[in-house]
């Protein structure tokens, strides 16, 4: 009986006493490739597969309007369609915009038709109006690529046509979604469910262009998602991809899916269930602690060869890392100086801002000099006596100082 009560009593205990709740480290997903990261770290919140080889199918053409948006001065500078510019888009293969041979448009129609409805005549026109052919304008697009540090990516077309050779990762998508992103234009592009083109003659009042998203996110009955911009993507190859920029936390974060594959999934919206899933996930998994906000000074830096006086480092956006809910580890920054003397050009990179988290590395910033500084030729000398003098200078301070007290000592014994 007494054993009984007991048990019953331990029951009851067991109901009443708190029990620690282990957090998911996964989310089901039905897309083979997956990416969280922080829009402003690249913090990587959650992964899978995530430096793994993807076909990027349409999500290509965000890197065709960034190379695109290099050579552009007026989005309002007017482009007559050609038939060099329409060339292989007759077959239905290809999602269009609809732009039709002799149309007048302007350059911001065709970086709204490349984004809205994925138009491969949109791509295509801007390869031969700026760089006179789509090879020219690969070209150009890998050595975009590059310079945005997107070093496992290669592309061989403007739109996102299956090749073998043209490829990427998610890894290296939020690093072309970040470039993206920080162009304004580009920006209001990927983030506008519909636009108008130009009132031309052979479309009145223009063309009725709709994002692709929004078609995927009405497909799949979300109604308050937290996709705020971005591009699709679809090839049998591929499947169904998107990467653009969601709202979490009232933070910005870059969601990388591709390759879902659903025979059932004529338009897309599984991936649109995939990035909602995602971010559900992060919302109960993890929070934003904000570390430093921007402009923040985190550090001095102090260089050499010049009189000029210490450069402030500040944080060039507010530094957030997101934490497991249930942990206790206290986030902090380390500074990373990248450079220790003069000259120093602007805008080049002089230190990094390090966070730790968890004792791993989770991020880390750039930190670029906001001005130019040149080298001193009085301060080089200066320095570099004293690299000269001051070890020598030590040891001959520490020789004088133990021959003082020898002699000292010496002076002693003789007056015993």
Known sequence: MKKCSIGILLACLLCILPVPIKAVS?????????????????????????????????????????????????????????????????????????????????????LYGAMLPSGADACQALAVELFGSEENMVDAMNKKAQSIGMEHSHFTNTVGMHDDDHYTTASD???????????????????????????????????????????????AGIDDPHVIGGKTGYTPEAGYCFFGVCEIDEQSVIVVVAKYEDDED?????????????????????????????????????????????????????LIVWVDQTSDEKPQIQVEYKKSQAPVAKGELIAEAVILYDDKEAARVAILADQTIDRDITAVIVDTLTDLVWPYGLTIMLVAAAGSLLIGRKKKLRKK
């Open 266 to 318: 004529s338009v897309g919206m599984g991936s649109m269930l995939d990035i909602e899933n995602l971010c559900t996930f992060v919302e109960e998994q993890k929070q934003p602690v904000l570390l430093a906000e921007k402009g923040d000074l985190i550090a001095e830096l102090d260089l050499r060869y010049t009189f000029h006086e210490p450069l402030s480092l500040t944080t060039p956006c507010d």
């Open 26 to 110: 996964t989310v089901q997903l039905h897309s083979t490739y997956a990416l969280v990261a922080d829009l402003n770290t690249l913090q990587t919140i959650y992964g899978e597969k995530e430096d793994d080889k993807l076909y990027p199918a349409s999500m290509t053409k965000v890197l065709t309007v960034l190379t695109a948006m290099d050579q552009i001065d007026d989005l309002d500078q007017e482009v007559t369609i050609t038939p060099e510019m329409l060339v292989g888009l007759e077959d239905g293969v290809y999602s269009l915009a609809g732009f039709l041979n002799g149309e007048v448009i302007t350059m911001r129609d065709l």
């Open 173 to 219: 998508l939020v690093l072309l979604m970040k470039a993206a992103w920080s162009n304004e234009e580009i920006k209001t592009a990927m983030s506008t469910k519909t636009y108008s083109t130009s009132s031309s003659y052979y479309h009145g009042e223009g063309l009725a262009l709709k994002n692709t998203w929004t078609y995927q996110l009405q497909a």
